[in-house]
């Protein structure tokens, strides 16, 4: 029985490490009616669950999510309403826009109300249902949790190659600017070599039409 007891505290131990390694970040930003804000993420090639959170006490509020790519394309548009969890797929990897704005009934335009929205990013395409607490048994919550940190694990690699990619092309840049700025200073010292030995040319030869060497 004490066995069993420190298997199940080292499950329990091990479950709230990766449940507090969940998210990314979170953020919270208020918008007003019909206000628009956006905030720019680095994403890699790869699938992300985001919940999204709404905290009003009006009815008519809500909010329109709008993500699009590098390129300004549209991976996705939605409304929510109170709550709301959205996913979507970068093809390519790099910048992406993700646009909240609130939606509203007409009933709301003269309030001049207030949306509290309440952004959490989740690494990986798995996230962990808490309510299997109550329903399931550890080890199913353990297998979930590990599926969680697989995912998790599996973003931070693409994530990592993403940035090598970065580096390897900002490598590339620096090189290249690195050898123009080379040529450009010999060229610059050819330059003025070849003037410097035309005016002694010219001196030499001027000495001799003077006859004064």
Request: glycine share 4%; net charge neutral.
């Amino acid at each position: 029985f004490q066995r069993v007891g420190l298997q199940n505290c080292s499950v329990l131990i091990l479950l709230n490490l990766l449940r507090n390694i969940k998210y990314i970040f979170s953020m919270y930003f208020d918008l007003g009616e019909q206000e628009e804000k956006c905030i720019i993420e680095e994403v890699p090639e790869d699938m992300l669950p985001w919940d999204l959170n709404t905290f009003t006490h009006s009815p008519h509020l809500g909010a329109t999510v709008t993500v699009r790519d590098s390129n300004y394309e549209v991976l996705m548009s939605k409304r929510f309403g109170k709550f709301g969890k959205f996913t979507f797929t970068a093809h390519t990897s790099g910048q992406h826009y993700l646009c909240f704005q609130t939606n509203s009934t007409r009933f709301a335009v003269f309030a001049a109300e207030k949306l509290k929205l309440h952004l959490d990013v989740q690494m990986g395409e798995h996230s962990i249902d808490h309510s299997t607490d109550k329903t399931k048994d550890s080890m199913k919550i353990l297998e979930d949790s590990l599926s969680h940190l697989i995912d998790q694990m599996t973003y931070i690699t693409k994530q990592q190659e993403y940035q090598r990619e970065k580096e390897e092309v900002f490598r590339r840049i620096s090189e290249d600017a690195n050898s123009k700025v080379l040529w450009w200073a010999v060229v610059q010292t050819s330059i003025l070599l070849t003037v410097g030995l035309w005016q002694m040319k010219r001196l030499k030869d001027f000495f001799i039409a003077k006859k004064l060497v």
